[in-house]
């Protein structure tokens, strides 16, 4: 009777134990997803910038994002973020457009570089896309405009990680339903 009741008593305990860290995983789980908008950010950056482990300037934030398609890694804008810029209307197959690259609608050049940074620790950081005739191919992330938005390709072959498809820019896009 006696064994029966401490097996008892020890099973409630284990229990109960279990329980309390089940919700304190969740809990924890819960905080690293909640991450604000604002907390995803692309700068435009040079070499020396990133050396430095500093900033450039800021392109755009979570919050200018309409959606964010994970598969093709392509990131459609919202209007309000789109108002007055260039891009909007330019020709993809336009000379002047395939001989310049870089960015129309970031205000970035083809010699610029850009870094993806998530709660203020750097994911990666890329290239924008070249024009035609130009010789530097640099590997890795690389933007390019599209219709309301960019893409950012990647360049490089199997020796190269496709560092786009991190798991916390996953969860972060999960979490803000993009």
Known sequence: MK?????????????IIGGLFLMKERET?????DFD?????????????????????????????KEYKWKTQELVFKPEFLKGKESNSFDTQSQEYLLSKGSKLLGAK???MFELVLN????????????????FLPQGPEIEDINN???IGFIGDHTTTDVRYDKSIYNFLKEKSC
Do not use: P
Request: no cysteine; glycine share 8%; charged share 15%.
């Open 120 to 135: 203020g620790h750097r994911i990666y950081y890329g290239y924008f896309k070249q024009s035609a005739l130009s010789s």
């Open 149 to 151: 938005g960019i893409k």
């Open 3 to 15: 064994k029966n009741i401490s097996l008892s008593l020890m099973l409630v305990i284990i229990i």
């Open 29 to 33: 789980t819960n905080n690293i997803l």
């Open 37 to 65: 908008a604002s907390s995803l950010q692309v700068y435009i950056t040079t070499a020396q910038e990133l050396k430095d482990n500093q900033h450039g300037r800021l392109l755009f934030n979570g919050n200018d994002i």
């Open 110 to 112: 083809s010699t610029d």
